[in-house]
């Protein structure tokens, strides 16, 4: 499909805000989506394009993280095995299903990531005071309840994504004893995992806008290094705000297409 110029900037403008945010907290295709479905893309082609641009953002916030991620290896292999399985049976899920039920079922995951995005920070706190009244400690790699919920997860964003990092950060925040940024890291790594795996089988058998594909890519590579860089100084009341912003605006357009 082609895109007006100005279209076309909003696409490479969205990029850049979807991989700077999804490199600091995650949610970044509340960013890209609504773009894409405002030039026209219809919701899957939209939702699969969008996946394969991202990667190179992925890739580019895991490169800034590479600090934070050095110590981390046996971590990464144990919990991309959930995110290879749970992200390939997403990717399918959403081919699988009818067009209309994807329309349908997207403004709920939005709303349900909406509300995760808001209320986070409220339950890793009410779950921290209740393992210090009970005296417990969460184990060094979350035990078989964190790998179950990354594989979940992973599920989620290989179907759509939205919010897929925050799920990933309350699940690691609230069952691993790890400094946040170090999670953070974590987090980074497996996106590219769900991704790319959804990448490579969209590329076999779902139609993609290769222009949508190149300007997500360019812009969030570029957004993926300026996340990994302001990670630690952007207000986290701030972000949430944006997030919400723009998922009620997706939400808005979806309801409005139906």
Partial sequence: MALSIWEALAVFAAGIGAGTINVIVGSGTLFTFPVLLATGL???TANVSNTLGLITGNLSGVIGYRRELRDQRARIVRFGIAALIGGLAGAILLLALPSKAFDAIVPALIGVALVLVVLQPRLARA?????????TEPRADGGAALFTGLLLASVYGGYFGAAQGVIYLSLMGILLNDDLQRINGLKNALAVVVNGVAALFFLCVADIDWTAVLLIAAGSTLGGQLGARVARRLRPQMLRGVIVAVGVVAIV???LRQ
């Avoid at 779950?127 to 005296?135: C, H, P, S, T």
């Fill in 127 to 135: 779950l921290a005071r209740r393992r210090e009244r009970n005296g």
């Fill in 42 to 44: 219809p919701p899957v």
């Fill in 253 to 255: 357009q979806l309801l």
